[in-house]
């Protein structure tokens, strides 16, 4: 079985610039899910996905962050415009729907900043 | 209170030894899961084993085994046999039945360096 796909595997900016990130879940997934991974802590949800609904992004910054999953399959996430704060690695998981079902990841796009 | 707690920021352990990695947790909410992950250094994250808070017996998955102590909460990774493969970043995440959008919550991570 194919994995969760990400692209780009890497991407430098400068501050105020845009970047988008892509992610195709893994085949029959339901459930799609962006993680933000700073240098030196665990990965921190910024919006899940359930089909093409949005699940939670209480901690998506609104003002500059925005995800979409048409179609329920793929999903994109943007920065505009991005920050120095916002370097990090960018991780898209995806899961079958219940409790105990595990998220499984991508390969992350690590976004620079400069 | 942080919900996922790892003391250890990095571990060192001889090739072929057994080592245990730490994770205590916070939560009022009967049901939750526990996960554990690894993270090498190419990025990707592997998932390991699960433990749900209602089973009765400690989660076993090849060289893996979760050392459950629901009374204290903890929920310690031990890896048998260590190989040179296993150095990597791990990390412990907990999702809560009260919250119902199942989200992980992840703890800081253990570095384990395996030495030849």
């Known amino acids: 079985e194919a994995g969760v796909a990400q692209s780009p595997r890497y991407k430098i900016i400068e501050k105020r610039q845009s970047v988008a990130f892509w992610c195709n879940p893994i085949?029959?997934?339901?459930?799609l899910y962006w993680y933000q991974q700073i240098l030196g802590q665990g990965p921190k949800l910024l919006i899940q996905?359930?089909?093409?609904?949005?699940?939670?992004d209480s901690q998506l910054p609104k003002d500059r962050f925005s995800a979409e999953r048409l179609k329920g399959v793929d999903s994109t996430l943007k920065i505009q415009p991005a920050k120095l704060e916002d370097s990090a690695v960018y991780l898209c998981?995806?899961?079958?729907?219940?409790?105990?079902?595990?998220?499984?990841f991508g390969d992350g796009t690590r976004l620079s900043i400069l | 209170a942080q919900k996922i707690t790892q003391t250890q920021p990095g571990m060192f352990v001889q090739e072929k030894e057994a080592v245990t990695l730490d994770c205590t947790y916070d939560?009022?909410?009967?049901?939750?899961?526990l996960f554990w992950y690894k993270q090498p250094s190419s990025g990707e994250m592997i998932f390991l084993i699960y433990?749900?808070?209602?089973?009765?017996q400690n989660a076993t998955e090849g060289r893996y085994s979760l050392n459950f102590q629901k009374a204290r909460k903890s929920a310690n990774l031990v890896i048998s046999a260590s190989q040179l493969g296993d150095s990597a970043m791990y990390f412990c995440?907990?999702?809560?039945?009260?919250?119902?959008?199942?989200?992980?919550?992840f703890g800081s991570g253990t570095r384990l360096l395996v030495r030849p």
């Open positions: 998981a995806s899961s079958l729907l219940g409790f105990n079902q595990p998220q499984h």
């Open positions: 085949s029959g997934h339901a459930t």
């Open positions: 996905f359930q089909n093409n609904g949005v699940v939670d």
């Open positions: 939560t009022s909410d009967p049901s939750y899961g």
């Open positions: 433990q749900g808070s209602y089973d009765q």
């Open positions: 995440a907990m999702r809560e039945g009260m919250d119902s959008s199942y989200k992980l919550i």
